[in-house]
């Protein structure tokens, strides 16, 4: 893992999991800014929870209230971290949850205050399936994935961002809801990405706008693992915000894995690209 100190998300996790003696909340700095999204299972819908510190607070009491379902079960961490790097003074981790209600792939970004508190934490749990076992060794030699996905959505490069993803891609896009909760979230295959942005061109967008704008902005990007990991924002669409997002190319340079989530969480003091 490309990271030279004790993570701030390490740490928290070893919090919440019942690893290490403690309360969480002890670890998150006065101006702690939060968003964390779920998706729905069986009866329960998908789950958007955001705010600050007291609003962290009364999220894990409610957890108490339910038996402390975050607390490990002999072994079984509920929070595992796969790939995790630190980069323009934001940590950026990809991982999985288990052992809860709900259970899946995790992609973070946190930020620590010069204190070593938990500042920014932005955390989504996805059906995307990434390696588990990463080849760490592995290193890209073609330009970034993602940017080059973003610069056919956004109309930089001229062509069909549906021609980008690979024979066995898989996604999940998680925006937050228009008219406020429930989220909504787009996944599954290739064709399934070809009729999400055929439903977009019908609404009014341009297939290949003569003066593109740009909508995804890229922030902090990096490569861990063989994963791409970004932190960027969102503008000019219908909801705007943060984009926190993970990508996996294959070996001919086509998109195999993509989770995208957009949040109101603001990270200060990450670096513009």
Known sequence: M????????????DLLDGVTEGD????????????????????IPPERVSGGKDGFKRFMQGLAARGGRFQSTGSQRRHNIHTLTVVDGLELMVGKGVGGRRNGSLVA????????????????MSSVRFP???????????PSVLERFFDLLDGFTHGDPVDILSEDFEFEMVFPGLEGPPDERVSGGKEDFRQ???SLYARGRPR??????????????????????????????RRQGTILAAAQEDDQGKLRRYAVVMSS???PESRDR
Do not use: C, N
């Open 109 to 124: 970004a946190a930020q620590e205050d010069p204190e070593g508190k938990l500042r920014r934490y932005l955390v989504v």
């Open 208 to 237: 290949h706008p003569v003066d593109p704008e740009r909508r995804h902005h890229v922030q902090t990007l990096t490569v861990a693992d063989g994963l791409e990991l970004m932190l960027g924002k969102a503008v000019g669409g």
């Open 132 to 142: 588990e076992d990463p080849d760490r060794s592995k290193t890209h030699q073609r």
């Open 2 to 13: 490309a990271i030279q100190r004790q993570s701030v998300i390490a740490r928290f996790y």
């Open 196 to 198: 999400f942005m055929e």
């Open 265 to 267: 969480v603001a990270f």
């Open 24 to 43: 969480p909340v002890d670890l998150l700095a006065e101006d702690f800014e939060f968003e964390m999204m779920f998706p729905g299972v069986e009866d």
